[in-house]
Protein backbone atom coordinates (compact mmCIF):
# COMPACT_ATOMS: atom_id res chain seq x y z
CA UNK A 1 0.00 0.00 0.00
CA UNK A 2 2.59 2.48 1.02
CA UNK A 3 5.48 3.56 -0.82
CA UNK A 4 8.97 1.53 -0.18
CA UNK A 5 10.47 4.78 2.32
CA UNK A 6 6.19 5.18 3.28
CA UNK A 7 7.47 8.72 5.21
CA UNK A 8 6.03 11.09 2.02
CA UNK A 9 2.38 9.47 1.90
CA UNK A 10 1.54 9.10 5.06
CA UNK A 11 1.42 12.83 6.53
CA UNK A 12 0.04 13.59 3.22
CA UNK A 13 -3.04 11.38 3.73
CA UNK A 14 -3.08 12.39 7.07
CA UNK A 15 -3.12 16.07 6.32
CA UNK A 16 -6.08 15.20 3.90
CA UNK A 17 -8.13 13.66 6.92
CA UNK A 18 -7.26 16.22 8.75
CA UNK A 19 -8.55 19.15 6.59
CA UNK A 20 -11.62 17.09 5.76
CA UNK A 21 -13.01 16.78 9.72
CA UNK A 22 -12.17 20.49 10.23
CA UNK A 23 -13.59 21.65 7.02
CA UNK A 24 -16.96 19.60 8.05
CA UNK A 25 -17.15 21.07 11.22
CA UNK A 26 -17.04 24.26 9.94
CA UNK A 27 -20.01 23.43 7.42
CA UNK A 28 -21.93 22.25 10.52
CA UNK A 29 -21.27 25.45 12.82
CA UNK A 30 -22.28 27.97 9.73
CA UNK A 31 -25.08 25.24 8.99
CA UNK A 32 -26.09 25.87 12.77
CA UNK A 33 -25.29 29.31 12.46
CA UNK A 34 -27.53 30.52 9.75
CA UNK A 35 -30.19 28.18 11.45
CA UNK A 36 -30.49 30.01 14.28
CA UNK A 37 -29.93 33.19 12.53
CA UNK A 38 -32.99 32.07 10.84
CA UNK A 39 -34.84 31.47 13.99
CA UNK A 40 -33.64 34.66 15.46
CA UNK A 41 -34.94 36.64 12.03
CA UNK A 42 -38.48 34.71 12.73
CA UNK A 43 -38.61 35.88 16.11
CA UNK A 44 -37.76 39.11 15.02
CA UNK A 45 -39.95 39.69 12.19
CA UNK A 46 -42.95 41.02 13.78
CA UNK A 47 -41.14 43.64 15.26
CA UNK A 48 -38.51 44.57 12.02
CA UNK A 49 -41.93 44.76 10.34
CA UNK A 50 -43.50 47.58 12.34
CA UNK A 51 -40.49 49.25 12.05
CA UNK A 52 -40.48 49.23 8.45
CA UNK A 53 -43.84 50.28 8.82
CA UNK A 54 -43.18 53.23 10.92
CA UNK A 55 -40.22 53.98 8.64
CA UNK A 56 -43.15 54.21 5.45
CA UNK A 57 -45.51 56.19 7.91
CA UNK A 58 -42.98 58.74 8.38
CA UNK A 59 -42.09 58.93 4.69
CA UNK A 60 -45.89 59.43 3.68
CA UNK A 61 -46.50 61.80 7.11
CA UNK A 62 -43.19 64.03 6.11
CA UNK A 63 -42.00 64.76 2.24
CA UNK A 64 -38.96 66.94 3.26
CA UNK A 65 -37.22 64.56 4.90
CA UNK A 66 -36.48 61.75 3.48
CA UNK A 67 -33.52 60.38 5.39
CA UNK A 68 -35.52 57.53 6.70
CA UNK A 69 -37.19 56.58 3.52
CA UNK A 70 -36.98 52.50 2.48
CA UNK A 71 -38.14 52.91 -1.13
CA UNK A 72 -36.26 56.13 -3.06
CA UNK A 73 -37.57 55.45 -5.89
CA UNK A 74 -39.97 58.09 -7.54
CA UNK A 75 -43.13 57.75 -7.61
CA UNK A 76 -44.57 57.80 -10.61
CA UNK A 77 -41.42 56.56 -12.06
CA UNK A 78 -40.79 58.42 -14.70
CA UNK A 79 -41.02 57.87 -18.57
CA UNK A 80 -37.82 58.95 -19.48
CA UNK A 81 -35.43 61.04 -16.96
CA UNK A 82 -32.86 63.21 -19.22
CA UNK A 83 -36.46 63.72 -21.34
CA UNK A 84 -39.39 63.72 -19.38
CA UNK A 85 -41.65 64.58 -21.86
CA UNK A 86 -41.27 62.50 -24.49
CA UNK A 87 -43.48 60.16 -25.50
CA UNK A 88 -45.94 63.05 -27.08
CA UNK A 89 -45.57 63.69 -30.17
CA UNK A 90 -47.33 65.60 -32.28
CA UNK A 91 -50.70 64.84 -34.38
CA UNK A 92 -48.74 67.06 -37.69
CA UNK A 93 -45.75 64.97 -38.93
CA UNK A 94 -43.79 68.19 -39.73
CA UNK A 95 -44.18 69.58 -35.93
CA UNK A 96 -41.86 68.55 -33.53
CA UNK A 97 -42.35 66.96 -29.69
CA UNK A 98 -44.44 68.20 -26.84
CA UNK A 99 -42.07 71.33 -25.30
CA UNK A 100 -43.76 72.59 -22.16
CA UNK A 101 -43.00 73.69 -18.46
CA UNK A 102 -44.91 75.73 -16.19
CA UNK A 103 -44.19 76.79 -12.70
CA UNK A 104 -47.41 76.08 -11.16
CA UNK A 105 -50.39 74.14 -12.58
CA UNK A 106 -53.63 74.70 -11.98
CA UNK A 107 -55.10 71.07 -12.54
CA UNK A 108 -59.51 71.48 -12.94
CA UNK A 109 -61.29 68.29 -12.19
CA UNK A 110 -64.33 67.86 -14.02
CA UNK A 111 -66.39 66.74 -10.98
CA UNK A 112 -69.50 68.65 -10.02
CA UNK A 113 -67.30 69.49 -6.40
CA UNK A 114 -66.18 72.79 -8.52
CA UNK A 115 -69.55 74.12 -8.30
CA UNK A 116 -69.38 74.75 -4.83
CA UNK A 117 -66.36 77.46 -4.38
CA UNK A 118 -66.01 79.98 -6.66
CA UNK A 119 -62.68 79.04 -7.38
CA UNK A 120 -62.11 80.72 -10.68
CA UNK A 121 -59.89 83.42 -10.12
CA UNK A 122 -57.63 81.40 -7.87
CA UNK A 123 -57.27 79.18 -11.01
CA UNK A 124 -56.97 81.46 -13.58
CA UNK A 125 -53.53 82.80 -11.90
CA UNK A 126 -51.56 80.05 -12.43
CA UNK A 127 -49.61 80.17 -15.29
CA UNK A 128 -50.97 77.11 -16.65
CA UNK A 129 -54.10 76.00 -16.91
CA UNK A 130 -55.28 72.40 -17.31
CA UNK A 131 -58.71 71.10 -18.21
CA UNK A 132 -59.64 67.54 -19.37
CA UNK A 133 -62.11 65.83 -22.12
CA UNK A 134 -65.17 68.33 -23.10
CA UNK A 135 -64.99 70.48 -19.51
CA UNK A 136 -66.56 74.20 -20.82
CA UNK A 137 -65.56 77.14 -19.54
CA UNK A 138 -68.24 78.95 -21.08
CA UNK A 139 -70.66 79.56 -18.23
CA UNK A 140 -69.14 78.09 -15.65
CA UNK A 141 -66.43 81.48 -14.85
CA UNK A 142 -66.90 82.03 -11.82
CA UNK A 143 -66.51 78.47 -10.63
CA UNK A 144 -63.50 77.16 -13.12
CA UNK A 145 -61.76 80.28 -14.47
CA UNK A 146 -61.54 81.36 -18.18
CA UNK A 147 -58.44 80.44 -19.39
CA UNK A 148 -56.76 77.49 -20.53
CA UNK A 149 -53.34 76.30 -21.53
CA UNK A 150 -53.22 72.34 -22.14
CA UNK A 151 -56.56 70.15 -22.75
CA UNK A 152 -55.91 66.58 -22.36
CA UNK A 153 -58.91 64.59 -24.30
CA UNK A 154 -59.50 60.92 -24.32
CA UNK A 155 -60.53 59.11 -27.82
CA UNK A 156 -63.91 58.67 -26.05
CA UNK A 157 -64.45 62.11 -25.59
CA UNK A 158 -62.81 63.06 -28.90
CA UNK A 159 -66.14 63.41 -30.87
CA UNK A 160 -67.72 65.71 -28.15
CA UNK A 161 -64.52 68.16 -28.14
CA UNK A 162 -64.64 68.16 -32.04
CA UNK A 163 -68.55 68.91 -32.22
CA UNK A 164 -67.68 71.89 -29.42
CA UNK A 165 -64.66 72.49 -30.81
CA UNK A 166 -64.98 76.58 -31.44
CA UNK A 167 -65.53 76.94 -27.54
CA UNK A 168 -62.87 74.60 -26.03
CA UNK A 169 -60.70 74.95 -29.03
CA UNK A 170 -60.53 77.96 -31.37
CA UNK A 171 -61.50 80.08 -28.57
CA UNK A 172 -57.59 79.52 -26.28
CA UNK A 173 -54.98 80.77 -29.40
CA UNK A 174 -52.14 78.75 -28.33
CA UNK A 175 -53.82 76.46 -26.77
CA UNK A 176 -52.04 72.53 -26.27
CA UNK A 177 -54.19 69.86 -26.74
CA UNK A 178 -53.31 66.04 -25.52
CA UNK A 179 -55.22 62.98 -27.00
CA UNK A 180 -54.68 58.95 -25.29
CA UNK A 181 -56.74 56.23 -26.74
CA UNK A 182 -55.61 52.96 -27.60
CA UNK A 183 -52.76 52.09 -30.10
CA UNK A 184 -56.02 50.64 -32.40
CA UNK A 185 -57.89 53.89 -32.92
CA UNK A 186 -54.35 55.52 -32.75
CA UNK A 187 -52.51 54.58 -35.59
CA UNK A 188 -51.18 56.54 -38.18
CA UNK A 189 -51.89 54.36 -40.88
CA UNK A 190 -55.01 55.31 -42.45
CA UNK A 191 -56.98 52.70 -40.29
CA UNK A 192 -56.99 54.74 -36.54
CA UNK A 193 -60.36 56.27 -36.76
CA UNK A 194 -59.69 58.98 -34.13
CA UNK A 195 -55.84 59.68 -35.76
CA UNK A 196 -57.24 59.94 -38.78
CA UNK A 197 -60.01 62.38 -37.16
CA UNK A 198 -57.25 64.37 -34.62
CA UNK A 199 -55.26 64.65 -37.96
CA UNK A 200 -57.92 66.68 -40.22
CA UNK A 201 -58.53 68.58 -36.65
CA UNK A 202 -55.07 69.60 -36.46
CA UNK A 203 -54.59 70.52 -40.25
CA UNK A 204 -57.71 72.80 -39.63
CA UNK A 205 -56.88 74.40 -36.69
CA UNK A 206 -52.96 74.36 -37.75
CA UNK A 207 -52.82 77.82 -36.64
CA UNK A 208 -54.57 78.08 -33.25
CA UNK A 209 -53.48 74.74 -31.78
CA UNK A 210 -51.07 72.04 -31.13
CA UNK A 211 -52.33 69.13 -30.86
CA UNK A 212 -50.39 65.93 -29.72
CA UNK A 213 -51.00 62.41 -28.76
CA UNK A 214 -49.38 59.50 -26.81
CA UNK A 215 -47.23 57.30 -28.67
CA UNK A 216 -48.03 53.62 -27.87
CA UNK A 217 -44.83 53.22 -25.73
CA UNK A 218 -46.32 55.93 -23.44
CA UNK A 219 -49.57 54.10 -23.53
CA UNK A 220 -48.23 51.07 -21.99
CA UNK A 221 -45.95 52.93 -19.81
CA UNK A 222 -49.46 54.56 -18.04
CA UNK A 223 -50.34 50.49 -17.93
CA UNK A 224 -47.39 49.77 -16.60
CA UNK A 225 -47.62 52.77 -13.54
CA UNK A 226 -51.16 51.26 -12.73
CA UNK A 227 -49.95 47.67 -12.18
CA UNK A 228 -46.10 49.19 -9.97
CA UNK A 229 -49.20 51.05 -7.99
CA UNK A 230 -51.15 48.96 -7.49
CA UNK A 231 -49.94 45.59 -7.69
CA UNK A 232 -52.53 44.59 -10.65
CA UNK A 233 -52.61 44.37 -14.03
CA UNK A 234 -54.78 47.18 -15.62
CA UNK A 235 -55.78 45.13 -18.47
CA UNK A 236 -56.35 41.92 -16.68
CA UNK A 237 -57.94 43.76 -13.74
CA UNK A 238 -60.99 44.78 -15.69
CA UNK A 239 -60.20 48.35 -15.62
CA UNK A 240 -59.82 51.26 -17.86
CA UNK A 241 -57.42 54.12 -17.05
CA UNK A 242 -59.34 57.76 -16.62
CA UNK A 243 -58.22 60.61 -18.16
CA UNK A 244 -57.09 62.03 -14.61
CA UNK A 245 -54.63 59.66 -14.90
CA UNK A 246 -53.05 60.48 -18.11
CA UNK A 247 -53.72 63.98 -16.89
CA UNK A 248 -52.08 63.69 -13.62
CA UNK A 249 -48.78 62.01 -15.00
CA UNK A 250 -48.56 64.89 -17.68
CA UNK A 251 -48.21 67.11 -15.02
CA UNK A 252 -45.90 65.80 -12.94
CA UNK A 253 -43.49 65.56 -15.83
CA UNK A 254 -44.49 69.38 -16.94
CA UNK A 255 -45.08 71.60 -13.59
CA UNK A 256 -43.36 72.37 -11.25
CA UNK A 257 -46.33 72.65 -8.38
CA UNK A 258 -49.50 71.41 -9.11
CA UNK A 259 -52.80 72.50 -7.36
CA UNK A 260 -55.36 70.24 -7.81
CA UNK A 261 -59.13 72.12 -7.78
CA UNK A 262 -62.53 69.81 -7.26
CA UNK A 263 -60.64 66.39 -6.96
CA UNK A 264 -61.61 64.39 -3.58
CA UNK A 265 -60.11 61.81 -1.76
CA UNK A 266 -60.56 57.85 -1.79
CA UNK A 267 -62.31 58.66 1.34
CA UNK A 268 -64.49 61.11 0.39
CA UNK A 269 -67.57 59.01 -0.47
CA UNK A 270 -67.14 56.99 2.71
CA UNK A 271 -66.54 60.17 5.00
CA UNK A 272 -69.87 61.69 3.55
CA UNK A 273 -71.79 58.46 1.88
CA UNK A 274 -74.89 61.43 1.73
CA UNK A 275 -72.94 62.93 -0.82
CA UNK A 276 -75.08 63.75 -3.86
CA UNK A 277 -72.36 65.91 -5.92
CA UNK A 278 -72.76 65.56 -9.52
CA UNK A 279 -70.11 63.57 -11.50
CA UNK A 280 -69.42 66.51 -13.73
CA UNK A 281 -69.84 69.90 -13.38
CA UNK A 282 -71.08 70.85 -16.58
CA UNK A 283 -73.95 67.94 -17.04
CA UNK A 284 -77.28 68.24 -15.91
CA UNK A 285 -77.90 67.39 -11.76
CA UNK A 286 -80.15 64.37 -13.41
CA UNK A 287 -77.34 62.48 -14.98
CA UNK A 288 -76.13 60.51 -11.39
CA UNK A 289 -74.31 61.32 -8.63
CA UNK A 290 -69.90 60.95 -8.59
CA UNK A 291 -70.42 58.67 -5.36
CA UNK A 292 -72.70 56.34 -6.83
CA UNK A 293 -70.77 55.67 -10.36
CA UNK A 294 -67.18 55.44 -8.09
CA UNK A 295 -68.40 53.23 -6.00
CA UNK A 296 -70.33 50.97 -8.97
CA UNK A 297 -66.27 50.98 -10.83
CA UNK A 298 -65.08 50.60 -8.14
CA UNK A 299 -66.50 47.32 -7.67
CA UNK A 300 -67.59 46.55 -10.69
CA UNK A 301 -65.51 43.57 -12.06
CA UNK A 302 -64.90 44.29 -15.75
CA UNK A 303 -64.59 47.85 -18.38
CA UNK A 304 -64.59 49.74 -15.20
CA UNK A 305 -62.22 53.27 -14.18
CA UNK A 306 -60.39 52.57 -10.84
CA UNK A 307 -61.40 55.96 -9.97
CA UNK A 308 -61.40 55.22 -6.18
CA UNK A 309 -57.89 53.74 -6.80
CA UNK A 310 -56.40 56.14 -8.94
CA UNK A 311 -57.05 58.76 -5.97
CA UNK A 312 -55.45 56.48 -3.72
CA UNK A 313 -52.39 56.51 -5.99
CA UNK A 314 -52.50 60.18 -6.39
CA UNK A 315 -51.81 60.86 -2.80
CA UNK A 316 -49.04 58.58 -3.15
CA UNK A 317 -47.75 60.78 -6.26
CA UNK A 318 -48.42 63.60 -3.94
CA UNK A 319 -45.33 63.14 -1.31
CA UNK A 320 -43.02 62.81 -4.54
CA UNK A 321 -44.30 65.71 -6.68
CA UNK A 322 -45.56 69.57 -5.20
CA UNK A 323 -49.20 68.25 -5.19
CA UNK A 324 -52.09 70.34 -3.36
CA UNK A 325 -55.57 69.07 -3.97
CA UNK A 326 -58.28 71.95 -3.26
CA UNK A 327 -61.82 72.54 -3.34
CA UNK A 328 -61.70 69.95 -0.94
CA UNK A 329 -58.73 69.83 0.49
CA UNK A 330 -56.64 66.93 1.33
CA UNK A 331 -53.81 64.81 1.43
C1 LIG B 1 -40.96 66.88 8.87
O1 LIG B 1 -39.61 67.25 8.58
C2 LIG B 1 -39.25 68.52 8.99
C3 LIG B 1 -37.81 68.80 8.60
O2 LIG B 1 -37.38 67.98 7.56
C4 LIG B 1 -39.45 68.67 10.50
O3 LIG B 1 -39.17 69.99 10.87
C5 LIG B 1 -40.86 68.31 10.88
O4 LIG B 1 -41.00 68.32 12.27
C6 LIG B 1 -41.25 66.95 10.36
N1 LIG B 1 -42.65 66.67 10.62
C7 LIG B 1 -43.08 65.51 11.08
C8 LIG B 1 -44.55 65.37 11.26
O5 LIG B 1 -42.32 64.58 11.34
C1 LIG C 1 -35.07 63.30 9.26
O1 LIG C 1 -35.54 62.67 10.43
C2 LIG C 1 -34.53 62.10 11.22
C3 LIG C 1 -35.18 61.32 12.37
O2 LIG C 1 -36.50 61.73 12.58
C4 LIG C 1 -33.60 63.21 11.71
O3 LIG C 1 -32.60 62.68 12.50
C5 LIG C 1 -33.01 63.93 10.50
O4 LIG C 1 -32.22 65.01 10.91
C6 LIG C 1 -34.09 64.42 9.57
N1 LIG C 1 -33.49 64.92 8.34
C7 LIG C 1 -33.88 66.05 7.77
C8 LIG C 1 -33.21 66.38 6.48
O5 LIG C 1 -34.76 66.75 8.23
C1 LIG D 1 -34.69 59.43 -23.24
O1 LIG D 1 -34.72 60.50 -24.15
C2 LIG D 1 -33.46 60.76 -24.77
C3 LIG D 1 -33.60 62.04 -25.57
O2 LIG D 1 -34.73 62.03 -26.37
C4 LIG D 1 -33.07 59.57 -25.61
O3 LIG D 1 -31.81 59.80 -26.24
C5 LIG D 1 -32.99 58.34 -24.72
O4 LIG D 1 -32.73 57.21 -25.50
C6 LIG D 1 -34.27 58.14 -23.95
N1 LIG D 1 -34.08 57.11 -22.94
C7 LIG D 1 -34.86 56.05 -22.85
C8 LIG D 1 -34.56 55.08 -21.76
O5 LIG D 1 -35.80 55.88 -23.61
C1 LIG E 1 -42.16 49.03 -12.52
O1 LIG E 1 -41.46 48.35 -11.53
C2 LIG E 1 -40.25 47.77 -11.97
C3 LIG E 1 -39.68 46.97 -10.81
O2 LIG E 1 -39.54 47.76 -9.69
C4 LIG E 1 -39.32 48.85 -12.45
O3 LIG E 1 -38.12 48.30 -12.91
C5 LIG E 1 -39.98 49.62 -13.58
O4 LIG E 1 -39.17 50.71 -13.97
C6 LIG E 1 -41.33 50.14 -13.12
N1 LIG E 1 -41.99 50.76 -14.26
C7 LIG E 1 -42.84 51.76 -14.15
C8 LIG E 1 -43.35 52.31 -15.41
O5 LIG E 1 -43.20 52.21 -13.08
C1 LIG F 1 -44.52 73.74 -3.29
O1 LIG F 1 -44.14 74.86 -4.07
C2 LIG F 1 -44.43 76.10 -3.47
C3 LIG F 1 -44.03 77.19 -4.45
O2 LIG F 1 -42.72 77.03 -4.91
C4 LIG F 1 -43.69 76.24 -2.16
O3 LIG F 1 -44.04 77.45 -1.53
C5 LIG F 1 -44.07 75.08 -1.25
O4 LIG F 1 -43.31 75.14 -0.07
C6 LIG F 1 -43.81 73.77 -1.96
N1 LIG F 1 -44.27 72.68 -1.11
C7 LIG F 1 -43.57 71.60 -0.90
C8 LIG F 1 -44.16 70.59 0.01
O5 LIG F 1 -42.46 71.41 -1.39
Not at 228 to 250: A, D
Amino acid sequence: MFSEDGSGLMPARRLLLIGLVAGFALFVSFAVYVYQGELKTQLWKPALDAALEKVNLRRISNQSNSSTTQDVSPHPMPFNVTDPLSGYVNVLDDRGPLKLHCNVCAMVSSSGQVLNHEAGTEIDKADCVIRMNDAPVTGFEKHVGTRTTIRVASHTSFQLVNKKKADLLVKNKGLTFVAWGPDKSMTRDGKGRIFNGLSKLAKELKDDVDMYMLTPQRMAYADKVFENETGKPRQSSGSFLSTGWFTMILATEMCDQIKVYGMISDEYCKKYPQDETRYHYYTSPGNGHECDLYKRHENGRKNVHRFITEKTVFSRWATFHNVSFHFPSWH
